[in-house]
């Protein structure tokens, strides 16, 4: 199985800065796509940012130009760097990660973290 911790969230005041940090563990072969997701109350789950194995990324429209997603190979690792953040940002913020179990047969995984909640207030 794989696992991940994420963590970094908080509460900030408008125009502040915050990292998320996603860290996965256990049967890891690769790492094919890493991505974060936030979910708002009363609103569905949106893509923010997503980061492939080559290091291609995309960014929501929302966030292009404030938020920066980038992984640490060797560390299985992927943050998540906020910038300039608004109150409409306030979220939970989820990990999530694809790729290969080192597992017999290396199936396929799908793991999500269990949230950072993302507060920005004044």
């Known amino acids: 199985q794989v696992h991940v911790v994420e963590s970094g969230g908080g509460m900030v005041q408008p125009g502040g800065s915050l990292r998320l940090s996603c860290a996965a563990s256990g049967n890891i072969f690769s790492i094919n796509f890493m991505a974060w997701y936030r979910q708002a109350p009363g609103k569905q789950r949106e893509l923010v940012a997503a980061v492939t194995s080559g290091g291609r990324a995309n960014y929501a429209e929302s966030v292009k130009g404030r938020i920066i997603i980038s992984r640490d190979n060797d560390k299985d690792t992927v943050y998540l760097e906020m910038h300039s953040l608004k109150p409409e940002d306030t979220a939970v913020y989820f990990c999530?990660?694809?790729?290969?179990?080192?597992?017999?047969?290396?199936?396929?995984?799908?793991?999500w973290g269990q949230g950072t909640q993302v507060t920005v207030s004044s």
């Open positions: 999530n990660l694809q790729g290969r179990s080192s597992s017999r047969n290396l199936p396929l995984y799908n793991t």
